[in-house]
């Protein structure tokens, strides 16, 4: 391995859209690094990838920590040239209306899904721009962040910071290292264990067992599978575009098109 090979960094690997994006960077010859904080999970994927000739490194992080990226940034460093950064981590909370939902849930929403975002551009942009070769930055919001989200204003605060968060990145780098493009990716339904990872793992939750398996049945029974979301959005990254937004079929793309034509009257 060397300059030429071409090395990705994926956030949230360990399952979901995470995974799915490692599973076909690998496929296409990028060497992946992986990054969660759930280690058993982020092993067993690292062997799939590598079961199937694929390369993959496992980096055990959590985004609420100073650097989360910077181990990750350094092995990727040391694997070749850092072509792809999936930024697709991130925790999910469901259920109470915003002034009753608990502050530790709102803060950890904040916490990993925003702060943790820009630790993480903090870590891995710098190295983008000064190596001066074409890279992407693909960051995983939410649909959820476009459009209103009952029960979810918390989350859907967070993607829709996310959001602003890759706009302005995008704009930045379009004027200081345009050799580095970024694609904002706002999923509808996805089939995922995000309700469960997010409540076991992070406590994103204090609703009954029974609420957050219906929640997951709901994403399992409708949603699209997480290899699709992944192709669409590095399809878009290959071509230079920002936005991935979900299918006409999905239930979120009305709402958003409803904001926009709001948007739109408003003018």
């Not at 071409?6 to 994006?21: C, L, P, Y």
């Not at 990838?49 to 350094?74: C, F, Y």
Request: charged share 15%.
């Amino acid at each position: 391995m060397g300059e030429t090979t071409k090395v990705a960094i994926v956030t949230g690997a360990a399952s979901g859209i995470g995974e799915a994006f490692a599973r076909r960077l690998a496929a296409t010859g990028e060497t992946v690094v992986l990054v969660d904080r759930a280690a058993d999970s982020l092993a067993t994927v690292a062997a799939a990838i590598a079961a199937v000739g694929g390369t993959a490194v496992a980096v055990v992080a959590d985004l609420r920590d100073a650097n989360p990226l910077q181990a990750a940034v350094e092995h990727a460093k040391a694997l070749g040239r850092v072509h792809t950064v999936c930024l697709n981590a991130g925790v999910t909370t469901t259920g109470p209306n915003l002034w009753e939902l608990p502050e530790d849930q709102f803060d950890l929403m904040v916490d990993v899904n925003v702060r943790g975002l820009y630790r993480c551009i903090k870590d891995a942009v710098p190295g983008l721009v000064a190596a001066g070769t074409p890279a992407r930055v693909i960051i995983t919001a939410s649909a959820a962040g476009l459009v209103p989200t009952p029960g979810s204003a918390a989350y859907g605060a967070s993607k829709a910071a996310a959001v602003s968060i890759a706009k302005a990145l995008q704009a930045e780098l379009t004027a200081t290292a345009p050799h580095v493009t970024v694609t904002v990716l706002n999923p509808g339904m996805v089939k995922t264990n995000l309700m469960r990872t997010s409540a076991i793992q992070h406590g994103a939750t204090n609703l009954p067992e029974s609420v957050v398996e219906g929640a997951h049945d709901a994403l399992n029974t409708f949603g699209l599978d997480p290899d699709v979301v992944a192709a669409d959005a590095l399809d878009a990254a290959d071509a230079g575009r920002f936005w991935v937004l979900p299918p006409a079929e999905d239930p979120f793309n009305e709402m958003v098109r409803a904001d926009v034509d709001g948007l739109a009257a408003a003018l």
